[in-house]
Nanobody, 127 residues
Framework: QVLLVESGGGLVQAGGSLRLSCAAS????????MGWFRQAPGKEREFVAF????????YYADSVKGRFAISRDNANNILYLQMNSLKPEDTAVYLC????????????????????WGQGTQVTVSS
């Protein structure tokens, strides 16, 4: 079992940047493939980004491609999401997730394929 705790959310103006962190404990994060999801009020939880165990493979939702960057520091068991050029439609609770299973890119975008979740951190982008 791995415990995930997100941080770094906040209020930012459109065009600004934020960096989210997700600290993993209980088991080494290098054992897990990890992702970021987000959920806005009244909407389904949606995929944002995925990263492989080693960090060499990444994948993004079209809505964030070119603006967001996922990375990981396995030595310190931390997952990051650098968010640039933020838009009001990026406003949501952002959650990190982990899976020990091997997943295809298509499976990595499905929240049902993740075994552990953080509690989320709120990101609000004002216009």
């Amino acid at each position: 079992q791995v415990l995930l705790v997100e941080s770094g959310g906040g209020l930012v103006q459109a065009g600004g940047s934020l960096r989210l962190s997700c600290a993993a404990s209980g088991r080494a994060s290098s054992m897990f493939r990890m992702g970021w999801f987000r959920q806005a009020p009244g909407k389904e939880r949606e995929f944002v980004a995925f990263i492989s165990q080693s960090g060499t493979s990444t994948y993004y939702a079209d809505s964030v491609k070119g603006r967001f960057a996922i990375s990981r520091d396995n030595a310190n068991n931390i997952l990051y999401l650098q968010m640039n050029s933020l838009k009001p439609e990026d406003t949501a609770v952002y959650l990190c997730a982990a899976t020990a299973r091997w997943v295809t890119i298509g499976q990595a975008t499905d929240r049902n394929n993740y075994d552990a979740w953080g509690q989320g951190t709120q990101v609000t982008v004002s216009s």
